[in-house]
């Protein structure tokens, strides 16, 4: 079975710094992964994916992140963060087709950004 | 992306009782899953439903607890049942989309309070 262990629990950073939130995933077989982010009193959004080719994967609004396969990691980078960036981001991996836990996610525990003015 | 709606948003239920969720998408769709988020906590699957067969429940969840229908391809319940107030979460439905259908949308979550 896959897991995800995001090293951080709580990211406090200015305004304008950058930030890294870290993902590990442990896994007997490919994965794909994600990063969701959840702003206060919502639901959860799909930031960015990983699924094959460049191991760099960027979102619309200046997020990246990068699949490391030796050390199991998918690492969130930004660097110059807003105020707007403060949220829940979640790590999560699932299963590439075929297999029986296919599109089934997994979720890491969650790392809080909060960006100080 | 799909948009997905659930109802209630939030409720406030008496142990013993019972809370049916439901989760409507604008587009038809083979994979939903639910999720459940406990105060604090990450995210963990509770069953996937895709419409034309049974629920597949995760381990430490059964049927008699959580019962899920999954009558046509844009919408689903689940059932909270017996509820005590360590069934106080968030409750999400998602939908799986994209080629190989391995993207997942969410919707809001039905925030859920046991007393």
């Known amino acids: 079975a896959q897991s995800v262990t995001q090293l951080d629990s709580q990211v406090p950073v200015f305004e304008e710094a950058p930030v890294e939130l870290r993902c590990n995933y442990s896994?007997?077989?490919?994965?794909?992964l994600f990063w969701y982010v959840q702003y206060p009193n919502q639901g959860l959004q799909l930031l960015l994916k990983y699924l094959s080719g460049s191991t760099l994967v960027e979102s619309i609004n200046g997020f990246e992140a990068e699949f490391n396969k030796s050390q199991t990691s998918f690492h969130l980078r930004k660097p110059s963060v807003h105020i707007s960036d403060t949220a829940e981001y979640f790590c999560?991996?699932?299963?590439?087709?075929?297999?029986?836990?296919?599109?089934?996610?997994?979720f890491g525990q969650g790392t809080i950004l909060t960006v100080h003015p | 992306s799909a948009v997905i709606s659930q109802k209630p948003s939030r409720d406030i239920c008496q142990r013993g009782t019972s809370l049916t969720i439901q989760c409507q998408v604008d587009?038809?769709?083979?994979?939903m899953f639910w999720y459940r988020q406990q105060p604090g906590q990450s995210l963990t699957l509770i069953a996937t439903?895709?419409?034309?067969?049974?629920?597949?429940?995760e381990s430490g969840f059964v049927i008699d607890k959580f019962p899920i229908s999954r009558p046509n391809l844009t919408f689903s319940t689940l059932t909270v049942s017996n509820m005590s107030p360590e069934d106080s979460s968030i409750y999400l439905c998602s939908v799986a989309q994209g080629r190989g259908y391995y993207e997942q949308y969410f919707g809001p979550g039905t925030r859920l309070t046991v007393t």
């Open positions: 587009s038809q769709v083979t994979m």
């Open positions: 896994s007997s077989v490919s994965v794909y």
């Open positions: 999560a991996v699932t299963l590439r087709p075929g297999g029986t836990s296919y599109g089934k996610l997994t």
């Open positions: 439903a895709n419409q034309g067969s049974e629920a597949t429940y």
